[in-house]
């Protein structure tokens, strides 16, 4: 049996992504993952609701989901992947540090009522820095895009 492809999740809900990640309300900007191969390719979800604080400001009379959440969203699902994916249960990291933000653009904006899906693919690895190439969509649009790294710290 081959141990080394990658194991494919169907779904991990809110109480998993909160153990994984050290992010909470108002900054945890991933709800659900609800597909997972391993580090390689996973999907978050990121429902947008007119409640949460930042509408508040930006903007009181058209909300608008701020882009750098978007991004910090797909970073946050990129977290989730190489935690659960590459280390697994056992060999958690410590943390996982964004470190780059490459080739960002912001094609749509997001409101309150759409649901983000974060499709994020690993560009390369090596020893604790990790890329991802993400995308963020709504019905199908996409809305975002941009390179990401980031660093694990290990123990």
Avoid at 137 to 144: M, S
């Amino acid at each position: 049996m081959d141990t080394s492809a990658p194991k494919t999740i169907e779904a991990i809900d809110i109480q998993k992504i909160l153990d994984v990640l050290p992010h909470r309300y108002p900054f945890l900007l991933v709800d659900r993952i609800v597909d997972m191969r391993g580090a390689d390719y996973g999907v978050g979800i990121k429902n947008v609701t007119a409640n949460e604080p930042q509408f508040t400001g930006h903007f009181p009379s058209r909300p608008i989901f701020p882009g750098v959440f978007i991004v910090e969203g797909m970073a946050q699902a990129a977290g989730v992947l190489v935690t659960l994916g590459h280390y697994g249960e056992h060999a958690r990291p410590k943390n996982v540090l964004f470190s780059t933000i490459d080739k960002c653009k912001f094609r749509k904006p997001v409101i309150p009522g759409d649901q983000l899906r974060y499709e994020m693919t690993k560009i390369a690895s090596k020893r604790n820095i990790w890329w991802y190439r993400g995308e963020a969509k709504v019905d199908g649009v996409l809305v975002a895009e941009a390179e990401l790294s980031a660093m694990v710290i290990i123990g």
